[in-house]
């Protein structure tokens, strides 16, 4: 059961903050693509991806982001696809999507994979290969209607689609799953402290950006200073376990960058929250190197190989678990961040460790699933 003052956070946030307008579109679509994936036997997981942001203003021209390119999102929704799953990505508009991401924000434009061929545009000698994996990846999903993409910009807008479609997600039980990578923002400006125009800059200008508030405005300028002061998003993660999906697998992350602090904020979120896992990562190293904190078991570190020019790493093949004797030939820190002792690889590594992580959390939640089913049959 949720405790009375989450619910009266969730009561007050979803009161006072609007809800997006694509809100009734969006719980729609969620609403048809889990009762088919249900219906076929099929697992839903719902991922999050990207950073949210923080408007100072009602018509927006500034706003505070979160960082996130939403590799770590597109890439994990491409494994679980690989690996069964019917997938809702819900990410921020304009972040990486699941295909397209391996031709998109890159330095190289999607044209530098093409060229011309006897007046046709095709793809490039070099690139079929690759680009006929990806594709046929793609193409299978499309078929199969096992992806459905979801956007938002804002964290109410993040925080509305996550609340309607857990919801709707319930019927799942135990066979649903939330992997939460998004970065979600700590801190905000509530609508009642919000103004409706463009805060000014120049003092001939300043108090004509007052708009609607009724109280004091969160952001504004005094003298030639820009006065930001936020206030706490509710921790939703509480809700999202106890009210809204109280029985499917909930996979949440810690993103820190200070080495020493990470295992014990990882720890931390999962005996506050009473979730399934929280995967721990470090902004330096977290495509190398993630950890897995759960009840479950425990404590266990994923690694991959760094790329072949990072010396001191080769030869060293996909890691999992802190007893792995490879990982103590390699030289590994088994227990702790490749980044206490401050190397932190270079270049991208030489397999994507998401490839790693879905399979293991895939076995989590079989087990999760069978002791769900002994419960329900005993
Ligand atoms: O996209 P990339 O560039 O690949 O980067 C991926 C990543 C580093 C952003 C990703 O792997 C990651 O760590 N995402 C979580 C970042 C984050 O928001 O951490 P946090 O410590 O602020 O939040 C921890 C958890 O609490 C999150 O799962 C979040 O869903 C939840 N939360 C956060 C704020 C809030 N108000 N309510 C919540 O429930």
Redesign the pocket.
């Known amino acids: 059961m949720a405790d009375s003052s989450a619910q009266e956070a969730e009561s007050h946030y979803f009161t006072h903050e609007p809800a997006p307008k694509d809100l009734k579109a969006n719980t729609t679509l969620a609403r048809e693509f889990i009762a088919r994936h249900a219906a076929g036997g099929r697992r839903v997981v719902l991922v999050?991806?990207?950073g949210t942001t923080v408007p100072l203003e009602t018509q927006t021209v500034r706003y505070i982001d979160?960082?996130?390119?939403?590799?770590?999102?597109a890439t994990s929704a491409e494994n679980f696809l690989a690996n069964g799953y019917a997938v809702m990505f819900l990410h921020r508009q304009f972040s990486l999507l699941p295909y397209s991401r391996h031709y998109s924000h890159n330095t190289r434009s999607f044209l530098d994979f093409m060229e011309e061929r006897d007046g046709q545009v095709v793809v490039g000698a070099q690139h079929q290969d690759e680009m006929r994996g990806v594709l046929r990846q793609y193409a299978a999903v499309k078929r199969e209607n096992t992806l459905l993409i979801l956007s938002y910009v804002t964290i109410t807008e993040y925080l509305w689609n996550l609340r309607e479609v857990a919801k709707l997600m319930r019927p799942l039980g135990p066979t649903a799953m939330f992997y939460?990578?998004?970065?979600?923002?700590?801190f905000f400006v509530p609508q009642d402290r919000m103004v409706e125009h463009k805060i000014q800059s120049n003092e001939e200008f300043l108090g004509a950006e007052a708009g609607a508030t009724t109280k004091p405005p969160a952001a504004r300028t005094e003298g030639k200073s820009l006065i930001i002061d936020l206030e706490p998003?509710?921790?939703?993660?509480k809700q999202?376990v106890d009210g809204w999906a109280p029985e499917a697998m909930i996979v949440?992350?810690?993103?820190e960058t200070d080495p020493a602090l990470l295992v014990k904020k990882a720890q931390y979120?999962l005996n506050k929250y009473a979730h399934h896992l929280v995967i721990g990562?470090l902004?330096t190293t977290?495509k190398w190197e993630v950890v897995f904190v759960s009840e479950m078991d425990g404590e266990k570190w994923i690694r991959v190989p760094p790329n072949r020019r990072t010396k001191s790493f080769s030869g060293v093949q996909s890691l999992v678990g802190a007893a792995d004797p490879l990982a103590k030939q390699d030289g590994f820190k088994v227990d702790e961040s490749m980044a206490a002792d401050g190397t932190v690889p270079q270049g991208e590594p030489a397999q994507e460790i998401e490839s790693v992580i879905i399979p293991e959390i895939e076995k989590m939640h079989t087990k999760l699933i069978d002791r769900a089913l002994t419960r329900g049959g005993a």
């Open positions: 999050t991806s990207g979160n960082f996130s390119a939403g590799t770590r999102g939460l990578a998004a970065a979600v923002s700590d998003v509710p921790k939703f993660l999202l949440s992350f810690k993103l979120s990562n902004l977290r």
